[in-house]
């Protein structure tokens, strides 16, 4: 395989207190495939993910994204590449209360610098695509979980990021919004080529994925990647 | 019986869970009672000064002497000559009586146990430390210091006063007393309505705030405690229950803050022992609060706290699954907000052609002063939560601020409509003082004509002495000789001074002067016949001029100007001669130094000062004051919406931690706090000037000074008040970053 | 035996041919498993013996001019069946334990065994979820079927690997 990884985990350590989160996890993820994070709770996957994401400084080992060394960038770089280069799902609560579903997809493109008209006119092209069109001009607490999580998905890819870091993201729903949310989503992000790390417990999300990284006590058995 | 025991039980699991939520809830606690607290003080403190003035007056009265009837008293074994030596020193004045016994038996002062012989002087305890740091002030009676006056003889701790032992005085040059003690007149002249209508005033502006903060301090944290609420509604508690339960809670802190005002008005107290000066200083002993007031605010500040969590517990309805919101779905409407400003122009307005003679128009403009202020309060969150709507988008941090905004605009317009109450109140205090200001004429030392200064002597010296002593004191450039009469013409009384053109420029606008030139000061040209003190007539030459008098001297009223040569040889009836000086203004000691050469001639000559010295002091010290009380309202308010912005941050710590997580960059969050608490200060602040520069006109009009625009007193105040919004902002800066931490995702 | 009994099912709607029926069959639901002509004549032979079908002979010549339609016998029998519920099967797991518990008694990682079943449980699942995307909605409820019945078995493998180490002290006691 010549073909590098877009992200890497090499060795990370990281604790919380007495508790050890990560005890030397790697974890390698190339781009466009669907990797699924799963274990079962504090068996470290979201605390993974925080560190591949740049949002947590592992104590020991390095991340690396693009033949860059994650650990090494200050935070201000960290959040500049966050920005421009990634995009986040969550369980819920994500979405800012104040703004309305539209502003809140637009919000990234803002914060990249697009202008507010031109950053309007493709967030609603997303929510179109995520069908949630119709509650573009409501506000999060107006629309469903379902829809809100749709937005927030819209809100992941409207800057056409290269990785989709996406915690648990059907975790708030039931099974039939869940599974309109991972297929749309995932639909999406093959679409635009986007990488996703999709941090989950069900068995049916990780279902969406390409492939599966198992974490538990802090470690990771990652399942071959294979063109 | 049983349900005001299960009342009773409700009440008191509020308060107990206000002590044992954690760490979250001793903030929460401490919070409230502080922010109680610190009303509280200031209210002790306004509930203290009724009994602390009486005492400071009473002991004032006790030595005051009844002057007037001395002409009639026949000299005896019990009866004294005093001299009246009260003199300034810099901008305090001192208290000052030569004392010479005529008997065996003289009356004595309070706090004095022996009087001083001559030569020797008693002093208070603050004129000995200050005799002690100024050696030009030890040189000025030449007198040995033989004790101090005891407490019961001083107005309070911060007095300066002193007793001269003499022999000098003469049934002429001094006043026969038989005893001390006179509550007939006040010390420094009766008080004015304007004096009352400013401290009316002066106490609404103080007051207001202090309630506004105290209102908001008992919301502290608020939305934790609706979440707590909701919990208990989950295991069964219905919504009465929870009122109940929410009023325990604020009861908890409510008290606490009792405690803690009493607190820290007991330390305040100390302080002002200690450190104030003038006439708010007091003994310790006479810091006993009114207690009617004191209960008034044991009963009444935690009744208000109560109230108030009620009220706010109106908009929220706690359900089982969480806290439903009913601000934001209900448009805030206008009418009603304008009923009390409209009240507070009703009253206002029959005063605009000034206060009048009536007893109790202090009141009505006090209180329509207040209604107006509250109406400014009232009117707030709906001019804020229109004006908001009808901004727009902008950057990210703007959008981000304004949407905030637009969905609830309570929390922020809470912590300004104590600062925009306060900005108008100030403003309009300002106004007043400056009207005041404008009408007893200019502030001292603004002119710069020479012969200013004045030396009115009581002792019969010959001139040539004043005149030696005086031209070797130091600073003083020259003297020249000043001769008044009294007159009166028609019922007006003219002062007729008679001297140089140099001297008489100082007295009136007599550019031109020849000597020969006669001036009338308000008084028309032309001849005139005055009568004069001792019953007799006096034709002065006739003016020749019309003029306007300097500032200094518009108070004085009608005078006619003669210089020698308009004379030509008239007799002149009795004058009094005084000396005026040209002094070296630059040197602030040269004053000093001439109040030194005075006090060694006669104690008792009045050295008149350019401008109205008294009530421009006086002014300058509610001047000051009000820029403390400004700074000391801006910072409380300043304390307020940090807890109240570092309380927003930490409810929206999630949504604050994803925005981070997806790369906003500090500098937006930064700047989207601020706008959230700039723009309803902003807001806030205008309404705030347009009210206080309207209630400033409107006390203008009052006191019946020219009606203008008091452009600094606008600028520094709203100045201040920008600055406080920075400083807030720059405070919570810490909180922001550490919940902005990304690591903070994981708590979640 | 379900076979039949869907066989018999579709011939309620009226008589078919043989090749037809399996046709529609397979259509149905046969995604996993097509059916062979031979199993279906074979079937179709057993309930005619059984008096559950009739031959109506056509015109013509050949075993595929046979077209079978269904007796009143037959249709009872398959009202019978729809009606009855199923016995629940505990059908993976007792082979899986026994791995498992054969794997700790001869020293083998046990994990490895229950890892290699999660992905191959996952390999499928994966399977089902793109033919449920691209399909209709019946293979959408047919795919969700198998997939939560997959996801089942997933959980009972992620439990018992929380509680391998308690297992092993069991069987090694």
């Known amino acids: ?227 | 019986m049983t349900r005001l025991r299960t009342w009773a039980f409700e009440i008191g699991l509020g308060a107990r869970m206000s002590v044992a939520g954690g760490r979250a809830g001793w903030t929460r606690l401490a919070l409230i009672a502080t922010g109680v607290g610190i009303g509280v003080a200031v209210l002790l403190a306004v509930a203290t000064l009724p009994t602390a003035l009486a005492a400071s007056n009473a002991r004032t009265e006790a030595r005051t002497e009844n002057i007037a009837a001395s002409t009639d008293l026949p000299r005896g074994d019990d009866t004294m000559l005093i001299g009246i030596a009260t003199m300034m020193f810099r901008g305090d004045s001192v208290h000052g009586r030569m004392l010479q016994a005529e008997g065996s038996r003289p009356p004595v002062p309070p706090g004095v146990t022996t009087l001083p012989g001559p030569g020797e002087m008693l002093v208070s305890p603050a004129l000995a430390d200050l005799m002690a740091d100024e050696p030009l002030l030890a040189q000025r009676w030449g007198a040995r210091v033989v004790g101090t006056i005891a407490d019961e003889g001083l107005s309070g701790p911060a007095d300066l006063a002193f007793y001269l032992g003499t022999d000098t005085l003469t049934e002429e040059t001094g006043h026969r007393i038989a005893g001390f003690g006179y509550a007939g007149v006040e010390d420094e002249g009766g008080v004015s309505p304007v004096m009352l209508l400013l401290s009316a005033v002066g106490m609404v502006v103080l007051l207001m705030p202090v309630m506004v903060f105290m209102a908001s301090a008992v919301r502290f944290g608020g939305e934790a405690r609706d979440r707590r609420l909701a919990a208990l509604r989950l295991v069964g508690a219905d919504a009465a229950m929870t009122r109940r339960i929410a009023a325990g809670e604020t009861l908890a802190g409510a008290l606490l803050g009792l405690v803690v005002g009493a607190v820290l008005a007991v330390g305040a107290g100390l302080l002002v022992n200690r450190y104030a000066s003038g006439a708010m200083s007091f003994y310790l002993t006479d810091m006993r609060p009114v207690p009617a007031l004191v209960a008034l605010i044991a009963v009444g500040v935690p009744a208000v706290a109560v109230l108030v969590t009620l009220s706010a517990m109106r908009q929220v309805v706690v359900q089982p699954l969480g806290v439903v919101r009913l601000s934001g779905t209900t448009r805030r409407r206008l009418w009603w907000r304008l009923i009390l400003p409209v009240l507070g122009v009703a009253l206002l307005w029959p005063l605009k052609d000034g206060l009048g003679g009536s007893s109790g128009v202090e009141l009505q403009a006090a209180a329509g002063v207040a209604l107006l202020l509250i109406g400014l309060a009232l009117l707030l969150p709906w001019w804020v939560e229109a004006t908001v709507h009808r901004l727009g988008g902008g950057s990210v941090a703007w959008e981000l601020a304004i949407r905030r905004l637009q969905l609830d605009s309570g929390t922020a317009v809470r912590a300004v409509s104590g600062i925009a109450v306060s900005v108008a109140g100030v403003i309009a205090l300002q106004g007043l003082v400056s009207g005041v200001e404008s009408t007893i004429g200019g502030e001292g030392g603004s002119d710069a004509r020479p012969f200013q200064h004045e030396i009115l002597p009581r002792a019969d010296l010959p001139d040539q002495t004043w005149i030696t002593a005086l031209e070797k004191t130091p600073g003083v450039r020259e003297v020249q000789t000043v001769r008044s009469v009294y007159g009166t013409q028609d019922g007006t009384s003219v002062r007729i001074r008679i001297g140089d053109c140099a001297v008489l420029a100082a007295f009136a606008e007599t550019a031109g002067c020849a000597d020969g030139d006669v001036y009338a000061v308000d008084v028309p040209a032309g001849p005139a016949t005055y009568e004069l003190s001792d019953d007799t007539t006096w034709t002065p030459p006739t003016a020749n001029h019309e003029v306007a008098a300097t500032p200094s001297y518009e108070i004085y009223g009608p005078a006619l100007l003669i210089t020698p040569g308009a004379l030509r040889g008239m007799k002149v009836p009795s004058a009094e001669t005084n000396f005026a000086l040209n002094l070296d203004t630059a040197d602030p000691d040269a004053v000093e130094h001439l109040r030194n050469t005075v006090a060694t001639l006669d104690p008792q000559t009045l050295v008149s000062e350019p401008g109205n010295a008294t009530v421009a002091a006086t002014m300058r010290t509610i001047r000051q004051s009000l820029l403390v009380g400004t700074v000391v309202l801006l910072l409380l308010i300043g304390a307020s919406l940090v807890v109240n912005v570092a309380e927003q941050l930490r409810e929206r710590r999630k949504v604050l931690a994803v925005l981070v997580a997806f790369g906003t960059r500090r500098r937006t969050l930064t700047g989207s706090v601020l706008a959230q608490a700039a723009v309803p200060v902003l807001i806030g602040m205008t309404l705030a000037v347009g009210f206080g520069s309207a209630l400033a006109a409107a006390l203008m009009a009052m006191v019946e000074a020219p009606v203008t625009v008091d452009w600094f007193g606008i600028g520094t105040t709203s100045g201040v008040a920008a600055l406080v919004v920075l400083g807030t902002t720059a405070a919570t800066l810490p909180t922001l970053m550490r919940l902005t931490r990304p690591g903070n995702l994981r708590s979640e | 035996m379900s076979v039949s009994f869907a066989l018999l099912g579709l011939l309620e709607n009226g008589p078919r041919h043989g090749y037809d029926l399996k046709r529609t069959y397979d259509d149905t639901f046969g995604r996993d498993r097509e059916l062979h002509y031979g199993q279906v004549y074979s079937t179709m032979a057993r309930l005619l013996k059984n008096g559950l079908v009739e031959v109506e002979a056509e015109p013509g010549v050949g075993p595929d001019r046979k077209r079978y339609a269904i007796t009143d016998a037959g249709v009872t029998d398959v009202a019978e069946w729809i009606g009855r519920a199923e016995k629940p099967e505990p059908y993976l797991q007792s082979t899986l334990y026994t791995k498992v518990v054969l794997a700790l008694m001869t020293g083998r990682d046990a994990t490895d065994v229950l890892d290699a079943q999660r992905t191959e449980h996952l390999r499928l699942m994966r399977e089902l979820t793109r033919r449920k995307s691209g399909g209709d909605i019946a293979d959408e409820l047919i795919c969700d079927h198998a997939l939560f019945h997959l996801e089942a078995d997933l959980r009972w493998l992620e439990l018992t690997a929380a509680r391998l180490d308690r297992l092993a002290s069991r069987i090694r006691s």
Not at chain 1, 4 to 17: H, I, K, M, N
Not at chain 1, 54 to 74: C, F, H, K, N, Q
Not at chain 1, 124 to 146: F, M, N, Y
Not at chain 1, 168 to 180: F, I, R, V, W
């Open chain 1, 1 to 227: 395989m010549t073909e590098q990884p877009l992200l890497t985990a090499e060795d990370l350590r990281l604790s919380f207190g007495e508790t050890k989160a990560l005890d030397g996890a790697s974890l390698h993820v190339w781009a466009g495939e669907v990797v699924a994070l799963m274990g079962s709770s504090g068996s470290g996957k979201s605390t993974l993910l925080h560190c591949l994401a740049g949002i947590l400084t592992p104590e020991s080992g390095r991340v690396g994204y693009a033949g860059r060394d994650l650990s090494a960038m200050s935070d201000t770089e960290r959040s500049a590449l966050r920005r421009g280069e990634f995009g986040f799902v969550f369980q819920f609560g994500q979405l800012v209360p104040e703004l309305t579903c539209r502003e809140n997809v637009a919000l990234p493109l803002r914060l990249t610098g697009t202008g507010r008209r031109e950053a309007h006119r493709t967030a609603t092209e997303w929510l179109e695509r995520l069908e949630v069109a119709d509650v573009a001009d409501k506000r999060p607490g107006q629309a469903s979980g379902g829809q809100g999580q749709r937005v927030a998905v819209a809100r992941a890819l409207v800057g056409r990021p290269r990785v989709v870091f996406a915690d648990e993201p059907t975790g708030a729903l039931d099974s039939l919004n869940g599974e309109l949310v991972m297929k749309l989503f995932i639909a999406a992000a093959k679409e635009t080529g986007a990488a996703v790390v999709l941090v989950t417990h069900e068995a049916r999300v990780a279902a969406y994925s390409d492939r599966e990284a198992i974490v538990r006590d802090g470690v990771v058995r990652e399942q071959e990647y294979v063109r």
